[in-house]
């Protein structure tokens, strides 16, 4: 059974910065390119930064960009999210996916095969 499971979210300051992590069993880490979204409140979800299965090709939101860092351990199978200067307008439920794709990580919910629960992160201003 595939388990993708955030962790790192919570409340920060505007400014701040916060990790989040993406813990995966169940499925082959290094055959699947790994996503990152959110929701917010009233909103639909939306892309925020992907990373294919050897780390070597990311894309980002223009919303996030200079701001946030994907990268993944293959041999922890596991992803992460670096978020710097959190913007009160980063809130929302973090979500990790996994596509089983070799090609360069895709930006659409649709491509993804499995999602996490989510994690919430919370930026005060």
């Known amino acids: 059974q595939v388990q993708l499971v955030e962790s790192g979210g919570g409340l920060v300051q505007a400014g701040g910065s916060l990790r989040l992590s993406c813990a995966a069993s169940?499925?082959?880490?290094?055959?699947?390119?790994m996503g990152w979204f959110r929701q917010a409140p009233g909103k639909e979800r939306e892309f925020v930064a992907g990373?294919?299965?050897?780390?070597?090709?990311?894309d980002y939101a223009d919303s996030v960009k200079g701001r946030f860092t994907i990268s993944r351990d293959n041999a922890k199978n596991t992803a992460y999210l670096q978020m710097n200067s959190l913007k009160p307008e980063d809130t929302a439920v973090y979500y990790c996916?996994?596509?089983?794709?070799?090609?360069?990580?895709?930006?659409?919910?649709?491509?993804?095969?499995?999602w996490g629960q989510g994690t919430q992160v919370t930026v005060s201003s």
């Open positions: 990373i294919n299965w050897s780390g070597r090709s990311t």
């Open positions: 996916a996994a596509d089983r794709t070799v090609f360069p990580p895709r930006i659409i919910l649709g491509a993804y095969d499995y």
């Open positions: 169940g499925l082959t880490f290094s055959g699947y390119a």
